[in-house]
């Protein structure tokens, strides 16, 4: 049988990093609030000139060294991102590009905060069709240049940053299974009101800008992540103390052990980097998956469950044995 299987992961971190003691003296807010209700302590901001292929490029790099993988090698380029360099070209030929890969299917996928779920679910299937063998996957967001700094109900929750995996067809699991959901009528609890065909020239003013209701948000992100967990392990026969990770989406720290909880799951077994990047939407999952890959606490041959939600509402899950 043939599965996907990632074989290489790499983040990239903007270097300037704004704690909540810094948002103290631009908002009305404190620390203490901050973290008590989502859990984020320091979050990571791009530079003004800096990009989200620019970011890409440093995290793909590291996951195509730690695959052992070089550009030429890859055949597939998909990035998760809400905040493309451009309307067009997509971020994935400006990567594809930058990095020498030479030509093959290249795209971004917007699906807001499950971008890295959608785009990973995507490239498993082109390679288990036997379309593609190596695929460059990235979850990636300039999300604070979207952000009305004057607004606090947002701007202590957001982050930069940029996640990617090497995706390689493989005789051994590999990728178990994917589930992708999204319901299009909770558009108004969250979006941005711009965009290239709605309201451009509102583009630069006060009104662009991210606009959420965030406790019916945090409801649905609740109720819906438990869910899709549930189905993942059900469908792939496994209960949840066979799981040996959880690596969700990183939008708040009481989301994060509410799922937990709703699985039983310890929070020994979480992966949680909300308090050093906050939430990096597309960026969240790939790069907590980095994260604990690196620290030597996610192994190969574990078993490993990612999930995410985001604004459409979109959610969805990927499991399988690292
Ligand atoms: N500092 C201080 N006070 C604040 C701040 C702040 N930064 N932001 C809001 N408040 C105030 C509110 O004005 C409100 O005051 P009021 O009672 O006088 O009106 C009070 O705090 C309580 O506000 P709530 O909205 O009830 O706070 P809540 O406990 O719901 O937490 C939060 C707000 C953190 C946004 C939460 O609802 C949440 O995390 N929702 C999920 C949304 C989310 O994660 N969105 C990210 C993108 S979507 C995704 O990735 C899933």
């Not at 994917?178 to 909770?186: E, K, N, S, V």
């Not at 309201?199 to 945090?218: N, R």
Request: aromatic share 6%.
């Amino acid at each position: 049988m043939t599965y996907s299987r990632i074989t290489g992961t790499g983040r990239y971190l903007p270097e300037k990093v704004l704690t909540n003691f810094d948002l103290e003296k631009m908002v009305d807010t404190t620390d203490e609030w901050i973290r008590t209700r989502t859990g984020v302590e320091r979050r990571h901001c791009v530079a003004e000139d800096q990009t989200t292929s620019d970011m890409c490029v440093e995290a793909a790099r590291l996951a195509l060294d730690a695959a052992g993988v070089a550009p030429t090698d890859i055949d597939m380029v998909i990035v998760g991102t809400t905040s493309p360099d451009l309307v067009f070209p997509n971020v994935g030929t400006i990567v594809q590009h930058r990095l020498g890969i030479p030509a093959c299917p290249a795209v971004s996928l917007e699906a807001a905060c499950t971008g890295f779920i959608y785009a990973l679910s995507t490239a498993d299937k082109y390679i288990r069709a036997g379309d593609v063998k190596r695929a460059l996957v990235l979850g990636a967001e300039c999300i604070t240049k979207l952000i009305d700094w004057s607004d606090r109900n947002t701007c202590v929750l957001f982050g930069d940053g940029a996640g990617a995996v090497v995706l390689e067809r493989s005789d051994e699991p590999g990728i178990l299974t994917t589930h992708l959901g999204a319901d299009g009528q909770y558009r108004d609890l969250l979006y941005y009101p711009v965009g290239a065909s709605k309201d451009l020239a509102k583009a630069g003013t006060d009104e662009a800008a991210i606009m959420m209701t965030g406790k019916e948000v945090f409801k649905v992100a609740v109720t819906t992540l438990g869910d899709v967990a549930s189905r993942a392990l059900e469908s792939a026969g496994v209960s949840p103390d066979e799981l040996d990770w959880l690596v969700p989406h990183q939008a708040n720290i009481r989301i994060i052990q509410a799922t937990a909880k709703r699985l039983n799951l310890p929070m020994e077994k979480v992966i949680v980097t909300v308090q050093d990047h906050g939430n990096t939407s597309a960026a969240s999952v790939p790069l907590a998956l980095d994260t604990a890959v690196r620290d030597g606490r996610i192994k190969p041959g574990q078993l490993v469950l990612m999930e995410a939600f985001g604004g459409g509402f979109t959610w969805g899950s990927v499991l399988m044995r690292f």
